[in-house]
């Protein structure tokens, strides 16, 4: 009987999570499939089973690779240097002092702007014609680069951006992973004359290993899922050179009212992202 009741109370006080979880999450999820077996209008009562056409279309679809490819050097470019620049930033600014904590908030600022507002102010800044990096390129004697309007530039521009923006989460929980390792272990290696080299090597990377863990697999997810920056800056161009998965599933689905279409595509995406993630998990399980 105490069983019982103990089960019910669990139960009711798991039972508002569950009831969100299975309205928002799982029911959605399974939604979407149902939906990429069909040619689905998004406005109407169009409804058509069509089986695994609308796969056949998406892996033949010149347009797809594109954007598939164009998402996948995004995150290839973006996540080392998230990953990397945010350990770099915990580093320097895992000190308990005023001017240090200030640089914290500082840097984590930016994490809480608006994609609009972010992207924005970076448009400003690779204007050609007034911009910031225009005005440094003129005060050289060089000529201004049209980043956003350069199929070399583009991408960059927007890694750039998005590193920006996005680099203050990481770095807390870089600082969250630096402040648990226990002082008395640094102090022993420098009882031990350890270089700070050795020290970094020896004690901290292997404390942070599933701090790292956790970092590469959110930025991994977060980047995979490029859409505002590349709307707002470049609406995916020059010549489709910026052209995101995000993006190309949203004017499929919104735009050319092909739901079904872009279900198959945004599963597409979801089976990408978790197997990266569950690379990433069994690679850290092996290492441990």
Known sequence: MVRLRDGLSALAFLAPFLVFYLLFLVYPFGLGIWISFHDWELVGSFREWIGL??????????????????????????????V??????????????????????????????SVTVV????????SPDRGLIAQLFRSLGLEPIAFLASTTWAMPAIVATTVWWGIGFPMIL?????????????????????????????????ALRRTFVLVAILQVI??????????????????????????TIYETGFAD??????????????????????AQLYIARQED
Not at 53 to 81: G, I, S
Not at 119 to 126: K, S
Not at 174 to 203: C, H, K, M, V
Not at 257 to 278: K, P
Request: charged share 10%; aromatic share 12%.
């Open 53 to 82: 056409w609308n796969y056949e279309d998406m892996f033949a679809d010149p347009q797809f690779w594109r954007a598939v490819r164009n998402t996948l050097t995004f995150a290839a470019m973006t996540v080392p240097v998230m």
């Open 84 to 113: 990397g620049l945010a350990l770099l930033l915990a580093l320097g600014l895992n000190r308990q002092t005023r001017i240090h904590g200030a640089l914290r908030a500082i840097f984590f600022t930016s994490n809480v702007l």
């Open 119 to 126: 992207t924005l102010i970076w448009i400003m800044v690779l």
């Open 174 to 206: 870089f600082l969250a992973g630096l402040q648990q390792i226990p002082g008395e272990l640094y102090e022993a290696a420098r009882l031990d004359n350890a270089s700070p080299w050795r020290r970094f090597t020896r004690i901290t990377l292997p």
């Open 222 to 247: 977060g980047q995979l899922q490029i859409f505002g920056q590349v709307l707002i800056m470049t609406g995916g161009g020059p010549s489709q050179s910026t052209r995101s998965l995000v993006q």
């Open 257 to 278: 009212w092909q739901l079904g279409y872009a279900s198959a595509m945004s599963l597409f995406l979801f089976v990408v992202m978790f197997v990266a993630s569950m």
